[in-house]
């Protein structure tokens, strides 16, 4: 199996933390270890966007990741550890409404590691299903979707009390934690997850609605940012999304982050920041 996975070349690296135990061909797929601070609950979010900063195309039926990765195997691979990696995964609703299929295991991402990621949670004593928290303040969620069902997710929602009422009946075996009336903080909503699940290591694959409402409250510690070598241009008739809106920073304000990493999987960057507090 080792031999099928990507490998990727470390170009930069800054230490930090305690390593997680990676499987040796997760190592090598890596480039190297894979290393968290220990103690607090730490966010990190990830994303890939094109060389001019978009997410999404915000095409119909082009909306998702895969059409700015186009499934480059690095940054699958990618995917796959820090969801393995994770405690759990927060997700947004408007992500879910846009990738219906998604459930944030690392099986489905990159399902040739699938066994490696299984062994790499057996090793820190995680569960095997993922934990997928999704966020909604509305409560409009389509509950039949996959995430909701899949033996591979242990779901919650987290929502306001409004979003709650909304839900309420219609959830059968999903829990659901409400906070706030009707749009929770983004502090709320991890505070939630954490005593929800006990977690640590919290993987936001949140869009950038949730994730620019994270970096003004300073509940994101981390951006793990794969750019793939296209643009995609904006037009008055198709704006896309950028990788944080409809947020916007004063100059003097806005979110600064350190360079932690730097890696490369064919023509595409891999980059790791840590967000100044
Ligand atoms: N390229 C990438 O790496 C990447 C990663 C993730 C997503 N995406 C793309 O980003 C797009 C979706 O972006 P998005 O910004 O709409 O998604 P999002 O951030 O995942 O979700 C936004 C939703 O979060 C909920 N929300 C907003 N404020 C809230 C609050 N204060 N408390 C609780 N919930 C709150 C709202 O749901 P309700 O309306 O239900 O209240 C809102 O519609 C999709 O096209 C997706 O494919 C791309």
Same mark, same amino acid.
């Given at each position: 199996?080792?031999?099928?996975?990507?490998?990727?070349?470390?170009?930069?690296?800054?230490?930090?933390?305690?390593?997680?135990?990676?499987?040796?061909?997760?190592?090598?797929?890596?480039?190297?270890?894979?290393?968290?601070?220990?103690?607090?609950?730490?966010?990190?979010?990830?994303?890939?966007?094109?060389?001019?900063?978009?997410?999404?195309?915000?095409?119909?039926?082009?909306?998702?990741?895969?059409?700015?990765?186009?499934?480059?195997?690095?940054?699958?691979?990618?995917?796959?550890?820090? +969801?393995?990696?994770? #405690?759990? *995964? &927060? /997700?947004?609703? @408007?992500?879910?409404?846009?990738?219906?299929?998604?459930?944030? !295991?690392?099986?489905?991402?990159?399902?040739?590691?699938?066994?490696?990621?299984?062994?790499?949670?057996?090793?820190?004593?995680?569960?095997?299903?993922?934990?997928?928290?999704?966020?909604?303040?509305?409560?409009?969620?389509?509950?039949?979707?996959?995430?909701?069902?899949?033996?591979?997710?242990?779901?919650?929602?987290?929502?306001?009390?409004?979003?709650?009422?909304?839900?309420?009946?219609?959830?059968?075996?999903?829990?659901?934690?409400?906070?706030?009336?009707?749009?929770?903080?983004? +502090?709320?909503?991890? #505070?939630? *997850? &954490? /005593?929800?699940? @006990?977690?640590?290591?919290?993987?936001?694959?949140?869009?950038? !609605?949730?994730?620019?409402?994270?970096?003004?409250?300073?509940?994101?510690?981390?951006?793990?940012?794969?750019?793939?070598?296209?643009?995609?241009?904006?037009?008055?008739?198709?704006?896309?999304?950028?990788?944080?809106?409809?947020?916007?920073?004063?100059?003097?304000?806005?979110?600064?982050?350190?360079?932690?990493?730097?890696?490369?999987?064919?023509?595409?960057?891999?980059?790791?920041?840590?967000?100044?507090?």
């Amino acid at each position: 199996m080792a031999a099928a996975l990507p490998r990727l070349e470390t170009l930069y690296e800054r230490p930090q933390g305690s390593p997680l135990p990676l499987p040796d061909a997760l190592r090598q797929c890596y480039g190297g270890q894979l290393s968290f601070p220990v103690g607090a609950p730490h966010v990190f979010a990830n994303f890939v966007s094109t060389i001019d900063g978009l997410v999404s195309f915000g095409l119909p039926g082009l909306l998702g990741a895969a059409t700015i990765s186009k499934g480059n195997a690095g940054d699958r691979a990618v995917m796959g550890i820090l +969801r393995a990696a994770a #405690d759990v *995964v &927060v /997700a947004g609703a @408007g992500t879910l409404r846009a990738e219906p299929r998604v459930t944030w !295991t690392p099986r489905q991402v990159f399902p040739k590691a699938a066994d490696l990621f299984a062994e790499m949670r057996r090793a820190r004593g995680l569960p095997p299903r993922t934990r997928v928290a999704i966020v909604t303040a509305s409560g409009d969620v389509d509950i039949s979707l996959g995430v909701f069902h899949s033996p591979d997710v242990e779901p919650l929602i987290v929502t306001s009390v409004a979003g709650a009422e909304r839900l309420a009946g219609r959830t059968r075996d999903v829990p659901v934690r409400a906070v706030g009336e009707r749009e929770p903080t983004m +502090r709320q909503v991890i #505070d939630a *997850v &954490v /005593a929800e699940t @006990g977690a640590r290591l919290i993987l936001s694959e949140a869009g950038p !609605t949730l994730f620019g409402r994270m970096l003004a409250e300073h509940v994101v510690d981390e951006l793990f940012l794969t750019l793939s070598p296209h643009v995609a241009g904006r037009s008055e008739e198709r704006r896309g999304m950028s990788l944080v809106e409809p947020t916007a920073f004063h100059p003097e304000r806005a979110p600064w982050a350190d360079l932690l990493g730097v890696k490369r999987s064919d023509d595409y960057l891999l980059l790791r920041y840590a967000f100044r507090r």
